[in-house]
C-alpha cells in the first residue's frame, strides 16, 4: 500500500464538524484500513475505538461487502426508483424487513441518518392527515437528542450548538426534558435506576399542546451523539405507552443503535419496545457506501395506499433511494454481519467491556462512566476557561499512540466494531488509561 499518498492543499475541503483551521495545522490522515485498524500517511496502524463514526460494524474492508459492491459497479451502476425498479432494492428491502422488529414489514430508503430522520418526520404529519386527523402535525424532540442535521432533525435535535446558528428552524415542535442526571447516577453500569419518570414529560407536553396537534414524538433509545446518555430502566417503555394513550406516533432514532451495537438486531428489540417507525443509516452498509432505511409497520404504509391506484401515494423520495451500489452493500453487509453473528456478539462482550470501561473509574477528571452493549463513555469535568478542551486533549494524546476515540463536549465515546478481541479490548483501555493518567 502507498502510505505516502498526501494531498497537496487541505484549504479546499471545508470539513465538516470539524475545527478546520487546527485540524490543517496538524492534520490527521488516514490512507487505508483493515478489520479493526487505520493506517494513518504515516504508516501507523490505529486501532478504531469508534467504528469510523458509529458505522464500520463489521470492521474494515470485509471481502464479502468488497465483492458485492465491485460486482454491482460492474452490472448495474444506477437505476432510479421513482416508478421504475431493480430487482437487488427487492432483494435488499426482504433482507432487512426479515431482520427488523416484528411487525416491520416495509422499507423505504434513504441516503443518511438525516435523511431517515426527515422522511420519518413527513410521513408521521402526513400519516394522521391520510387517516383524517389534520390536526396533528407538532413534532416532539428531548433535550440533546441528535437526528442528523437538516431543518427537521435540527429542529427536534437538542443540542444548542448544532441549533443555535439557524434561526427559527422548523414551527410547532416542542421538547421533552433529556435523561441525563449525574447527582443520582453516575457510575451506573447498563441502565440507571433513576428516571423512569422523565417519560412522564410528554403528559406535560400533551396537556401544553393537546393529542389532537401531535404527530410523533422522535427519541434515540441510546442518545450517542451527545455523549451516550442510556435511558433510565423503564422510560422507553413508559414513553411508548404514552403515545399510544394519545395516538403520537413514536418513532426511535437507530441509526446507531441498529445492526448490533447493542448486542441485539435493533435497539428497540434491546429495550422491548414496539415503536411505529425505526430510522437506521450507518451500520446498514457497514459505512461503505452512503444509505439509510426508514422501517415502517402496515398501518402506517397502509394508510397511504388509500387514493386512486394511479396516483403516487406518498410524495417523497431522493434520486438515490435504492442506489443499486447501496443496496449490494447492504446485502454483502447483512451476509457478513449473520454468518460472522456479529448482531449478537456485542452480548458477549458486554460484560468484559463493561469490565474494562469502569476501571476507568478514579482516574483523574473523570466525573461519570457509562455503558451499554459495546458502547462506553467517559466524562470529564470540564475546565471551565475552556470546555470541551480536556476531553478534545485526550483525544489527541489517544491518536499519538494509535487508537482512535470520539470526543464531543468533554466525553469520549468508545464503541469498537463488533468483530473486536478481548486483546484489542485489552490495547484499548490499556491505552486509554495510560492517556488519563499522564494527560494534563
Ligand atoms: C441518532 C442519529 N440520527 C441521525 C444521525 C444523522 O446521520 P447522518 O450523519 O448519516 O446524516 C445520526 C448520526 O450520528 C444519529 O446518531
Given at each position: 500500500m502507498n502510505v505516502q499518498h498526501k494531498p497537496n492543499d487541505l484549504g479546499a475541503f471545508w470539513m465538516p464538524f470539524s475545527a478546520n483551521r487546527q485540524f490543517k495545522a496538524a492534520p490527521r490522515l488516514f490512507v487505508g484500513a483493515e478489520r479493526m485498524h487505520y493506517i494513518t500517511n504515516d504508516g501507523r496502524r490505529v486501532l478504531d475505538g469508534t467504528s469510523g463514526l458509529w458505522c464500520v460494524n463489521a470492521g474494515h474492508c470485509r471481502?464479502?461487502?468488497?465483492?458485492?459492491?465491485?460486482?454491482?459497479?460492474?452490472?448495474?451502476?444506477?437505476?432510479?426508483?421513482?416508478?421504475?425498479?431493480?430487482?437487488?432494492v427487492f432483494e435488499a428491502?426482504?433482507?432487512?424487513?426479515?431482520?427488523?422488529?416484528?411487525?416491520?414489514?416495509?422499507?423505504?430508503?434513504?441516503?443518511?441518518?438525516?435523511?431517515?430522520v426527515e422522511t420519518a418526520l413527513k410521513m408521521s404529519i402526513a400519516y394522521h392527515r391520510a387517516k383524517g386527523n389534520g390536526t396533528?402535525?407538532?413534532l416532539i424532540g428531548r433535550e440533546r437528542g441528535y437526528h442528523?442535521?437538516?431543518?427537521?432533525?435540527?429542529?427536534?435535535?437538542?443540542?444548542?450548538?448544532?441549533?443555535?446558528?439557524?434561526?427559527?428552524?422548523?414551527?410547532?415542535?416542542?421538547?421533552?426534558?433529556?435523561?441525563?442526571?449525574?447527582?443520582?447516577n453516575a457510575f451506573t453500569k447498563g441502565e440507571p435506576e433513576h428516571g423512569v419518570e422523565l417519560a412522564d414529560d410528554l403528559e406535560r407536553l400533551v396537556a401544553l399542546h393537546d393529542a389532537s396537534t401531535i404527530a410523533a414524538v422522535i427519541v434515540e433509545p441510546v442518545a450517542c451523539s451527545t455523549g451516550v446518555l442510556i435511558p433510565p430502566k423503564g422510560y422507553l417503555k413508559r414513553l411508548e405507552a404514552i403515545c399510544r394513550k394519545h395516538d403520537i406516533l413514536l418513532i426511535a432514532d437507530e441509526v446507531i443503535t441498529a445492526f448490533g451495537r447493542l448486542g441485539t438486531p435493533f435497539g428497540s428489540d434491546y429495550f422491548g419496545i414496539s415503536p411505529d417507525i425505526i430510522t437506521t443509516a450507518k451500520g446498514i452498509t457497514n459505512g461503505t457506501i452512503p444509505m439509510g432505511a426508514v422501517f415502517v409497520k402496515d398501518h402506517l404504509h397502509d394508510a397511504f395506499m388509500n387514493g386512486p391506484e394511479w396516483m403516487i401515494d406518498f410524495f417523497h423520495g431522493y434520486t438515490y433511494s435504492g442506489?443499486?451500489?447501496?443496496?449490494?452493500?447492504?446485502?454483502?453487509?447483512?451476509?457478513?454481519?449473520?454468518?460472522?453473528?456479529?448482531?449478537?456478539?456485542?452480548?458477549?462482550?458486554?460484560?468484559?467491556?463493561?469490565?474494562?470501561?469502569?476501571?476507568?473509574?478514579?482516574?483523574?477528571?473523570?466525573?461519570?462512566?457509562?455503558?451499554?452493549?459495546?458502547?462506553?463513555?467517559?466524562?470529564?469535568?470540564?475546565?471551565?476557561?475552556?470546555?470541551?478542551?480536556?476531553?478534545?486533549?485526550?483525544?489527541?494524546?489517544?491518536?499519538?499512540?494509535?487508537?482512535?476515540?470520539?470526543?464531543?463536549g468533554d466525553i469520549i465515546a468508545l464503541s469498537p466494531p463488533l468483530i473486536v478481541s478481548k486483546d484489542e479490548i485489552d490495547f484499548l483501555f490499556d491505552t486509554f488509561t495510560e492517556v488519563l493518567k499522564t494527560a494534563a
Open positions: 471481502p464479502k461487502i468488497v465483492e458485492a459492491i465491485s460486482k454491482q459497479a460492474a452490472t448495474l451502476d444506477f437505476a432510479g426508483t421513482f416508478q421504475m425498479g431493480h430487482t437487488r428491502a426482504n433482507r432487512l424487513v426479515n431482520l427488523a422488529p416484528k411487525g416491520f414489514n416495509h422499507v423505504f430508503f434513504t441516503n443518511s441518518g438525516s435523511e431517515s396533528k402535525v407538532r442528523g442535521v437538516n431543518f427537521g432533525g435540527t429542529a427536534v435535535g437538542g443540542i444548542a450548538n448544532n441549533r443555535k446558528m439557524f434561526g427559527a428552524l422548523v414551527a410547532g415542535v416542542d421538547h421533552l426534558r433529556h435523561t441525563h442526571d449525574l447527582t443520582k442506489h443499486p451500489m447501496a443496496c449490494a452493500a447492504t446485502i454483502g453487509t447483512l451476509d457478513t454481519y449473520e454468518e460472522e453473528g456479529l448482531l449478537t456478539r456485542a452480548a458477549e462482550l458486554a460484560p468484559y467491556w463493561q469490565e474494562r470501561v469502569h476501571a476507568l473509574k478514579g482516574l483523574p477528571h473523570v466525573i461519570d462512566i457509562r455503558n451499554i452493549g459495546l458502547i462506553g463513555a467517559v466524562e470529564f469535568a470540564p475546565d471551565p476557561a475552556q470546555p470541551g478542551k480536556r476531553a478534545y486533549d485526550r483525544f489527541v494524546k489517544c491518536f499519538e499512540k494509535n487508537l482512535l476515540v470520539r470526543q464531543t
